[in-house]
């Protein structure tokens, strides 16, 4: 008998059509290729075109540690007509984040981000270009006291989220969290150190706590309807938040 051949790895398929797939995308899973993890072999574009059979078009991206929602074209053609959605900002997207401290009920972060280079060669070029405008709007939609101490407070408070990127800057969301004090949990650029550890060593959390759960498109002549997507969050974020409920605060 021939040995058992390996299933091909394949992500959780939230939507399809005749233009485009949406597909969960986990947190540590790279978007397409990058130079800047040339080591790494799996990313979601090669797996979504293995598992579907057919190249696929990405018109978005999410970054690594990120998971979510992530939409892809079936044809050169509807991803020029999605991208073009995005760039035009008839695209509302929705994120979940777990970020430290109690933040305002809602606000709005504009503060313009600088462009953020990959490389050190390509740092001078980056700082010399001009800041972009940007925009992130958040609803507060949960809060919780967690029983560590937190310098001279005798317990940690957090905030679960949910963030609406007006702009599309790279890094928008986690930048914007850091600007306003509130930095994402699990953010190993722009977070705090010591409550990302706590996380890690009490929680067992090893990911940046954001997710991409919703995106709304207006009307195209992909789909004349407009297109409203939903993912749910990752396993592992659903349950922290399972554990996190034992804390939460009122009001």
């Known amino acids: 008998m021939p040995p058992a051949t390996q299933a091909s790895e ?3 398929i939230l939507y399809e059509d005749s233009h485009a797939i949406a597909v969960h995308k986990p947190a540590g899973l790279l978007v397409h290729k990058s130079p800047i993890d040339k080591h790494e072999l799996r990313y979601a574009m090669k797996i979504v075109r293995d598992q579907m059979g057919r190249r696929v078009y990405p018109v978005h991206r999410l970054d690594k540690p990120t998971s979510g929602l992530l939409l892809f074209a079936k044809s050169p053609e509807a991803a ?50 001009p800041a972009q405008e940007a925009s992130t709007h958040f609803t507060r939609v949960e809060r ?3 029983p560590w101490p937190d310098g001279q407070f005798p317990s940690s408070r957090y ?8 702009t599309g800057r790279k890094h928008q ?17 722009y977070g705090k150190g010591a409550h990302n550890r706590r996380f890690r060593e009490q929680l067992h959390c090893h990911r940046l706590l954001l997710a991409a759960t919703n995106l709304c498109m207006k009307a195209s ?8 997507i939903q993912c749910p969050l990752q396993e592992d974020f659903a349950h922290l938040l399972q554990t996190l409920a ?6």
């Not at 509302?92 to 777990?98: I, M, R, V």
């Not at 992909?222 to 409203?228: A, F, N, R, S």
């Not at 034992?246 to 009001?251: I, L, N, V």
């Open 10 to 12: 394949q992500l959780d």
């Open 80 to 129: 020029a007509i999605l991208a073009q959605q995005f760039e035009q900002r008839q695209v509302e997207k929705t994120y979940q984040a777990l970020i430290r401290g109690w933040c305002a009920v809602e606000g709005t972060v504009d503060h313009a981000l600088r462009h953020v280079a990959d490389f050190k060669h390509e740092a001078a070029l980056a700082d010399a270009k």
């Open 144 to 146: 919780f006291e967690l």
């Open 159 to 166: 905030s679960l989220v949910a963030l609406h990127p007006h």
């Open 173 to 189: 969301l986690r930048r914007h969290m850091k600007h306003i004090a509130h930095p994402i949990i699990g953010d190993v650029k």
């Open 221 to 228: 002549p992909l789909h004349p309807e407009g297109l409203h």
């Open 246 to 251: 034992q804390w939460r605060a009122d009001g």
